[in-house]
């Protein structure tokens, strides 16, 4: 069973940075975070793969960027440029396979608690 957790979460300003993190138990193929704010759908944010590959979401392209360190089995996400409208719950996501379409939400088998993002002045 792979176990997923995130932590890094809290507030900033506009403009500020944050770099969530991602524990992941066990192999995975790929990976990947996800976002929902209130009152809105899960989104996906950015993912990546053991073969190189990555994507991100049109809104985060430039300003976010995921990273892995395999050694540590650990997941992340540097955001900068922070924007209110970045304000949800952010999700670690992970699955034991190659996916055709690297943000498809309904393809990942393992998911965390979550961490809150807060973006305010």
């Known amino acids: 069973q792979v176990q997923v957790v995130e932590s890094g979460g809290g507030s900033v300003q506009p403009g500020g940075s944050l770099r969530l993190s991602c524990s992941v138990s066990g192999y995975t193929s790929t990976m990947a975070w996800f976002r929902q704010a209130p009152g809105k759908e899960r989104e996906g944010v950015a993912a990546l793969d053991k073969g190189g590959r990555t994507a991100y979401a049109h809104s985060v392209k430039g300003r976010f960027t995921i990273s892995a360190d395999y050694t540590k089995n650990t997941l992340y996400l540097q955001m900068d440029m922070l924007k209110p409208e970045d304000t949800a719950m952010y999700y670690c996501?992970?699955?034991?396979?190659?996916?055709?379409?690297?943000?498809?939400?309904?393809?990942?088998?393992?998911w965390g608690q979550g961490t809150q993002v807060t973006v305010s002045s």
């Open positions: 996501a992970a699955v034991q396979r190659y996916l055709g379409t690297l943000l498809a939400s309904g393809e990942y088998a393992y």
